[in-house]
């Protein structure tokens, strides 16, 4: 089953949806114009129930099929917030709001399940209900944990969800999954340092921070190489280090902030665990106090094997059996759409954005292109797993 024919009739108006939402990024929680334009859009479509302000500014479309008789419930999600970040790419389309931009694609991802919701609703070819979610937040505001909180599950009584993401570097039309951990928990920490400041010319009268936040960045890189199994990943990364004002004052206080990345349970426990005796114990050695807080944000995103295999066989039927990868290593980014799969069984699938710039980057754009394969994969994913 390649590309459905239909895409190819709605991929310029899809591509102006997709294009004027990324003129228009909004942050986290306020996706209000977005998310006022999705329930425009699913209201113009004919879907059967539109519901807004679901974890906070969340959008749900309910889309009954021709028969109920399976009473099968599917989830479709999308996420729909930008990043602050200063667009670099010179379309014509770019971000109206400087120092915001959609440099993750969820512009794109929202412009695809609308237009499969679009198809859907028109055909109802499915034997069960297709919840179509989109939803704020995913950009470090957990707005799928808000969603569920908000009874997403369990007021539409979903049976299985199912999510996308781009991938810039992987060829256009070619799709990557993998049963259990895709992603890594994504964790933060704050490291506070208390020592005693002084005069830079006397640092034997002192107690210094910089010193110490030194060696704490050294002492936790052994986590990954000396603590936990050379065959399990973990990365602990200190990407901000802050003391001092002047060049002759040894300061007070330090502050380390960082991520921690982790593909298992049992090692997140462990380096948060290791964390603690590092940091206390390396600051204790100095005569210096030191404070961790760990952030627990997103979980491990793993899927469930025989929703991973599902989706495995759709996207091949899309692109064919030679350009889906199954087997993928997992990345250590980030995604909330794990709170999704520890709800409910799904999974998460990659779709190629073919030779661009990457995530997060000032000049990344969405490919259009991606459009009718990704539309094709939810409407295909949808009429498969309850055919009519």
């Known amino acids: 089953m390649p590309i459905v024919n239909r895409f190819a009739d709605l991929q310029d108006e899809i591509t102006e949806w997709r294009r004027d939402i990324h003129a228009n990024p909004e942050l986290l929680y306020e996706v209000h114009r977005t998310a006022e334009t999705v329930a425009v859009r699913l209201k113009e479509f004919g879907v059967d129930e539109v519901t807004t302000g679901i974890g906070r500014t969340g959008v749900v479309g309910v889309i009954h099929g021709r028969k109920s008789d399976s009473g099968k419930v599917i989830g479709l999600r999308a996420d729909m917030d930008a ?55 995913e ?19 979903i049976d299985q969800v199912y999510g ?33 400041g002084g005069h ?17 960045v050294q002492a936790i890189q052994s986590i990954a190489s000396r603590n936990v199994d050379p065959l399990e990943s973990v990365v602990v990364s200190v990407t901000m280090f802050q003391a001092g004002d002047t060049d002759n004052v040894i300061p007070q206080t330090g502050l380390l902030r960082g991520t921690v990345r982790t593909l298992s349970a049992d090692v997140r426990d462990q380096v948060e665990q290791q964390l603690h005796h590092i940091v206390e114990n390396t600051a204790a050695t100095f005569g210096a106090k030191a404070k961790l807080t760990y952030l627990r944000d997103y979980p491990v995103t793993s899927n469930h094997a025989d929703q991973a295999s599902f989706a495995a066989e759709i996207a091949r039927e899309i692109s064919g059996p030679d350009r889906v990868d199954d087997e993928i290593t997992p990345v250590m980014g980030g995604e909330d759409f794990s709170f999704m799969l520890e709800s409910r069984p799904g999974a998460f699938i990659f779709v190629g954005n073919g030779d661009t710039a990457k995530l997060h980057h000032p000049e990344y754009d969405f490919n259009d292109e991606v459009i009718p394969i990704g539309c ?3 409407v295909r994913l949808a009429e498969t797993a309850m055919p009519a």
Request: charged share 20%.
């Open 139 to 157: 950009e470090g505001g957990a707005g799928a944990k808000a969603m569920i909180d908000d009874g997403l599950m369990e007021r539409w009584n």
């Open 83 to 137: 990043l602050p970040i200063l667009e670099a790419t010179g379309k014509d389309y770019a971000s109206n709001e400087p120092g915001l931009m959609h440099a993750c694609g969820h512009d794109g991802h929202t412009a695809m399940l609308l237009g499969a919701t679009k198809y859907l609703a028109e055909t109802r070819n499915f034997d069960g209900t297709v919840i179509v979610i989109f939803q704020p937040a």
């Open 164 to 196: 996308m993401h781009n991938m810039p570097g992987l060829p256009l039309g070619d799709f990557a999954i993998r049963a259990g951990p895709q992603m890594a928990a994504a964790d933060r920490i704050s490291i506070e340092i208390e020592g005693r």
């Open 200 to 216: 830079a010319a006397q640092p034997h009268n002192t107690v210094d921070t910089v010193l110490v936040g030194a060696h704490i």
């Open 376 to 378: 094709s994969y939810w």
